[in-house]
């Protein structure tokens, strides 16, 4: 087309400096021909279509366009020169920008003749040489699966099939349950709430008819049917149920019947309804699963050892405005972690400053993180196929009773499959140094044994 040898005679002069850690200062000069040039073809564009009283469409001279449609023509020649040149400096120096170009299209004046100058910064991804990613020295904890642990794992499975059996000889105790009715006053209401035969679990934190009561075992143990328990608690500020929300309730609890769960018997009922023939090969399904959690743990273990070796041996500035918007995320999800447990609003704000100096480091610990393991990435030339990212999603679909399509789509929709993307190219790249790493095996320490029995 005509457009080549125009766009070959005229080149943008660029020029880049360094402006800060990971930003850089983009000065252009766009030459007076190309400018000439965009505007006669605007003008151009111009005269098919516009409708100048007393001429045929087409026909009306550059001058009467000029005098009409003037300050806007130019300010869309001024957006569309700035916005090519700064898109083709970046390409073509190959600058690995993170975020757009911040530059202020107001302030930039398009000259009567002569070249248009401009600048502006943009934040880019940091520079800095790995370590060796072969042979990087991990230790790997021996984890064996003790018996103690499979019996505590059988014993669980009974209590799970468990039937709750009456206390013959009548007194609560520790894990039972009681039968009662429950009458509940809220401190500003009018009447009270009734509640007929609820089940109440005698713990050290429990719940009466959906409000939480701090020492319920205390209340509880040793009282007998015909009994009436009463209490009095403060409810949080931060309650989900917005009626008892900070509020003083009265509970009277009048215990109707008293139930111990009595564990399911190892007989062939119980086998069969976990589908294996018997005890020794319980046993070993049961071997088989703690094995793979043990292995699974020692696998974090090395990963994060080998994060921790990246991290110790990597350095680099990092652009602060991103660290700030990381840091945000980071405070937010936190906020909501604190909120979700049940801490107040005023408990939070005190653990919210200790949180913003820690959330600045989490920060920049993950952005850390995601550039090394990116450039991890690339070094080692890993890639990541959507068949991978599929099988993926399958994989965890199953385990929370989902369909796959169905997951993706919810993925794709918020925003978690970029981020699954790269977790996925993470967990590769690992995988790939883990196989050349130097792994020591070391024994569990012994106080860790004794905990695990308790």
Excluded at 182 to 210: C, N, P
Excluded at 321 to 343: F, H, K, P, W
């Amino acid at each position: 087309g005509e457009e080549e040898p125009e766009s070959a005679a005229a080149k943008n002069t660029v020029t880049i400096e360094d402006a800060g850690p990971c930003r850089k200062k983009v000065i252009i000069e766009i030459p007076e021909e190309t400018i000439k040039s965009a505007t006669d073809k605007q003008y151009g564009e111009l005269r098919k279509d516009a409708l100048v009283p007393g001429f045929r469409k087409g026909r009306a001279p550059r001058r009467l366009l000029e005098k009409r449609f003037g300050k806007d023509t130019k300010e869309a020649i001024k957006l569309k020169l700035l916005a090519e040149a700064s898109e083709s400096a970046i390409k073509d120096n190959k600058l690995q920008t993170l975020g757009e170009p911040d530059v202020d299209y107001e302030k930039i004046e398009m000259p009567g003749e002569g070249p248009m100058k401009f600048d502006f910064e943009v934040e880019v991804r940091p520079e800095f040489e790995l370590p060796k990613l072969e042979g990087i020295a991990v230790t790997r904890t021996k984890l064996d699966v003790a018996d103690e642990q499979v019996d505590g794992e059988i014993e669980r499975m009974q209590r799970l099939s468990g039937i709750w059996t009456p206390r013959e000889d009548g007194a609560a105790e520790l894990d039972d349950q009681i039968i009662a009715d429950v009458a509940l006053k809220t401190e500003d209401a009018e009447a009270q709430e009734q509640l007929g035969e609820i089940q109440i679990y005698v713990r050290r934190s429990g719940f009466v008819g959906g409000i939480p009561v701090e020492k319920l075992d205390e209340l509880l143990v040793g009282a007998k049917a015909g009994d009436r328990k009463q209490t009095t608690v403060e409810v949080s500020k931060t309650f989900f149920k917005e009626q008892y929300r900070g509020k003083k309730v009265d509970i009277s609890i009048e215990i109707k019947d008293i139930k111990w769960l009595k564990p399911a018997e190892l007989g062939a009922g119980f086998f069969e309804r976990l589908g294996v023939e018997d005890q020794d090969e319980l046993r070993e399904r049961i071997q088989d699963k703690l094995q793979s959690q043990l292995e699974q743990r020692s696998r974090t273990e090395m990963t994060e050892q080998i994060f921790k070796y990246l991290l110790d041996n990597t350095n680099f500035d990092l652009p602060l405005d991103i660290v700030g918007e990381q840091a945000e995320t980071v405070l937010r999800r936190q906020y909501m972690n604190l909120l979700s447990r049940g801490l107040s609003r005023e408990q939070i704000e005190e653990q919210m400053e200790q949180l913003r100096a820690s959330s600045e480091e989490q920060a920049k610990e993950q952005l850390k993180t995601f550039f090394i393991m990116d450039k991890v990435g690339d070094k080692l030339e890993i890639e990541v196929t959507e068949e991978e990212i599929n099988g993926r999603i399958a994989q965890l679909a199953l385990h929370q009773g989902q369909r796959p399509e169905r997951m993706r789509e919810e993925m794709a929709r918020d925003g978690s499959l970029a981020q699954f993307r790269l977790e996925v190219r993470q967990s590769k790249c690992i995988a790939k140094m883990l196989e050349s790493a130097a792994i020591t095996e070391v024994d569990p320490p012994k106080e860790a044994k004794k905990s695990k029995k308790a």
